[in-house]
């Protein structure tokens, strides 16, 4: 359980909200607009966005700011954020950032993209544009999109390439060092189109603007460098063909060029670059001996029409593309190595150039090939930052246990358990972070209550109740995952989604957030009823009714007969009929608790003389 004893302080998530009603956001409409380039229904699309002004005087100025599909927000070349958080349309998220002015000269760089369908699927995309909204109305002029005189370009110097081993999390990305970056495109600007205002989605006019704008409501996602330098180990170095397909290459370590183990320790370190010649080219496979989640950052120089690649795995898999060949995770002798993998394409000169891809990968090791062309490539340095949401451990477990191996085990395990939890938590709750990223009722149930006791702040949980809700189709079901653009329905999940609810109403106590979910329970519980038989069970909803992945039950759906009755749903449905009675009791809603009540009690006496086997003693399905 949380021990309040270890809060030196109050969060900033106890301090009261700021005001959030702004007197030009009330009337719905914001003064500014969203912006784009010409052409910007092409899909994948990068864009800059770029302001320049002189301050006159010293000022702290508070900026909204926004984007389709996703930006980054820069201040005189220094990194302020990014975003936006993930939602959908009605959903669009802004964050709020505070500008500190010195007089002088100014830059605002945004670089912002759009990947269309390539784009992952939690992430929604529905028109190009960014948008930047000063809070004070004499800074529009200033500083708004829109109204001040901002500059657009594309870039031409990174591009979306698919994989479809990993379509769920997007694209793989290719940086051209030989072009100019966004941040150091000096040629091409031109004015911006403009498009709809922004539109808070609490109140807005009789125009129907694409993007509904709400506050991001989750503090900024950890960003800061990994210490490679004490956390990484190179662990095979080899000499390979320029034009080898390393997916198809196992691992060898009679191959592993040991000598050559130092200079590439000392690039992770920061000591000193790795030089590849022409005609030859290097495969480095590095050992995190942690799981990550990171934005890769190469720094390269020279090498022109040569290729850096960086791969990242899990763990190296004992056959080649097979995810089921998965085998100890630290062995690499044997295996083969088939990650998503980011192409650097090299600057040539003498000046290095930094490049750091759009979005973050995750796991283990981290694979290097070097292919040089007719130059030699220095590779001046490697930098992970890491990302995910500021999940700490603020609880502790204690056992009065006399047995000692079973609490040393607890204490072993909880490590590593928080890394997972740590690393499936970012702008939402993930199912995995590198296979599909989507958030999932089934496992965002259990990641929301192993965070309600190890860490008082409860905004991702929040923010996951609120989204499922928001899923929901016009049947009264919620989505199976949430935010996703490729709808998927599991009833069951709907079930487990009155379960969060009710786990919430547990743990916290915040009776406005629970009696604003309710209608949302009641509309799951009513989409179930709707298939109740003449009998009074209850037959399988439309859906992909997934209970779990066992043996004999095909793709994970449970026994049911002709007719779509499924005991082991039905249960289910009891389950959540209490939760939902138990909720509505605690809102002041007897006479809803009580025909919750007494449907589950009919229901149940119904199941267990359809589904009671006598010679076994137990509820069968079959």
Not at 79 to 89: H, K, L, N, S, V
Not at 395 to 405: H, W
Not at 430 to 443: H, K, R, S
Not at 565 to 580: F, K, P
Request: proline share 8%.
């Amino acid at each position: 359980m949380t021990d309040p004893s270890t809060r030196e302080a109050p969060l900033a998530f106890d301090r009261p909200a700021p005001p959030s009603a702004i007197d030009w956001a009330e009337c719905g409409l914001w003064p500014c607009r969203w912006i784009h380039v010409q052409g910007e229904n092409d899909r994948p699309l990068f864009a800059v966005y770029r302001l320049t002004w002189q301050q006159a005087e010293p000022r702290v100025a508070q900026v909204f700011a926004s984007a389709d599909e996703r930006y980054e927000l820069y201040l005189d070349g220094r990194r302020i954020g990014r975003g936006p958080q993930r939602g959908d349309t009605s959903h669009w998220r802004y964050e709020a950032y505070d500008l500190h002015l010195t007089p002088g000269p100014h830059v605002l760089i945004a670089h912002a993209w759009s990947l269309g369908d390539m784009a992952p699927w939690a992430q929604f995309c529905a028109r190009h544009g960014f948008l930047l909204q000063p809070r004070d109305a004499d800074l529009d002029a200033i500083l708004g999109t829109g109204i001040a005189p901002w500059q657009a370009r594309r870039c031409e110097a990174i591009r979306a390439v698919v994989d479809p081993r990993f379509t769920p999390v997007g694209p793989a990305f290719e940086l051209d060092g030989a072009k100019p970056s966004w941040e150091l495109s000096t040629g091409g600007w031109h004015t911006p189109l403009p498009a709809h205002h922004g539109a808070h989605a609490a109140s807005f006019n009789n125009e129907r603007p694409i993007h509904l704008l709400v506050p991001a409501e989750l503090p900024a996602m950890l960003d800061e460098p990994i210490p490679l330098r004490d956390q990484a180990v190179v662990r095979f170095v080899e000499e390979i063909a320029p034009d080898q397909d390393v997916d198809t290459l196992a691992v060898d370590v009679k191959r592993d060029l040991a000598t050559e183990h130092r200079a590439w320790q000392d690039m992770l370190a920061g000591c000193s670059g790795v030089r590849v010649e022409p005609g030859h080219a290097r495969r480095v496979i590095i050992d995190l001996q942690n799981y990550f989640c990171a934005y890769p950052v190469v720094t390269l120089r020279g090498g022109t029409g040569g290729v850096v690649e960086v791969g990242w795995a899990e763990t190296l898999l004992t056959q080649c593309n097979r995810w089921e060949g998965k085998g100890p995770r630290g062995v690499i002798d044997g295996h083969f190595f088939n990650g998503l993998t980011d192409r650097f394409l090299t600057p040539g000169g003498n000046e290095a150039r930094r490049l750091e891809v759009p979005w973050w990968r995750s796991g283990r090791f981290v694979q290097l090939v070097v292919r040089p062309a007719s130059e030699t490539i220095e590779i001046v340095g490697l930098e992970l930052r890491e990302t995910r949401y500021p999940l700490e451990m603020h609880g502790r477990f204690t056992c009065r246990s006399a047995e000692k191996t079973w609490p040393r085990g607890i204490a072993e395990t909880i490590p590593v358990a928080l890394r997972g939890l740590q690393m499936c938590a970012h702008e939402t709750y993930l199912d995995c972070p590198y296979y599909e990223q989507l958030m999932y009722v089934g496992d965002t149930r259990l990641q929301a209550l192993t965070g309600y006791a190890i860490d008082p702040d409860d905004r991702l949980q929040r923010k996951a109740l609120a989204t499922f809700d928001a899923s929901r189709r016009p049947d009264g079901l919620t989505q199976s995952r949430y935010p996703s653009w490729r709808m998927q329905i599991i009833p069951p999940f709907s079930l487990w989604w009155i379960g969060m609810v009710h786990d919430f109403a547990r743990w916290r106590d915040a009776p406005g957030l629970v009696r604003a979910l309710l209608p949302g329970v009641h509309a799951v519980l009513e989409a179930f009823l709707l298939h109740q038989r003449p009998d009074g069970l209850v037959e399988l909803p439309g859906g992909w009714n997934f209970t779990d992945w066992v043996r004999g039950w095909r793709n994970g759906v449970g026994p049911k007969d002709p007719s779509g009755l499924s005991g082991l749903v039905n249960w289910q449905l009891i389950l959540a009929l209490q939760e939902a009675a138990e909720l509505d009791e605690q809102a002041g809603e007897p006479e809803l608790a009580a025909r919750w009540r007494r449907l589950a009690q009919q229901i149940g006496g119904l199941l267990v003389k359809r589904f009671w086997d006598e010679s076994h003693g137990l509820l069968a399905d079959d």
